[in-house]
């Protein structure tokens, strides 16, 4: 089993900021099938960034993620008021498998 | 365009069983390119993947939950169903059907959630 672990648990950053989020796996991620996904209050997980640096469709290119193997990062520039929420990586590459990161909260500073 | 939907009873008692379905419309449960699968959410907490299932009938589960958890799809109805046994206040959850990638379906991302429905264990 793949664990994945999130830093820093908690970001609190002002709006316009950049956020700089970490996802760290215990082995190597299959294929970089390495995933982000924003949760709000209430909904269901949003997928960002699939394949550890694709966009998913609709997802505005303040969002990037990079990385491979066991380390990966999403990048939030100029942060707006909707980005306040909670981000998971998941990894998808030991189907049917899969694990979550414990999430890092972005929260107003 | 797919659409996945969760039902079943929003409450339960501690030790009886949890059943949930979920109905897959704009995709057919017998493709060979996907699995399908539950994922959970504590009040407050993170992700937990359940179990996945094969149209076939081939179920992997979480082996934390594996003793009590069973996942199955029904290819005529176009759905898949979890039953979780022996309930107890820590399955309180939101739990949410997927549709999830494998193989060469992952090039284009993980896969497609529902929802989600609450479950209290109560």
Redo the contacts between chains.
Sequence with gaps: EIVLTQSPGILSLSAGERATLSCRASQSVSDNYLAWYQQKPGQAPRLLIYGASNRAPGIPDRFSGSGSETDFTLTINRLEPGDFAVYFCQQYGSSPGLSFGPGTKVDIK | QLLLQESGPGLVKPSETLSLKCGVSGASVSTSSY?W?W?RQSPGK????IA?V?YSGRA?Y??SLKSRVTISVDISANQFSLNVNSVTVADTAVY?CAR????GS??????T????TLVTVS
């Design positions: 699995y699968g994922i993170g992700l937990e993947w996945s094969f992997s979480n082996p949410y999830l990638c494998t193989g992952c090039y284009t991302g993980p896969g959630w529902g929802q989600g």
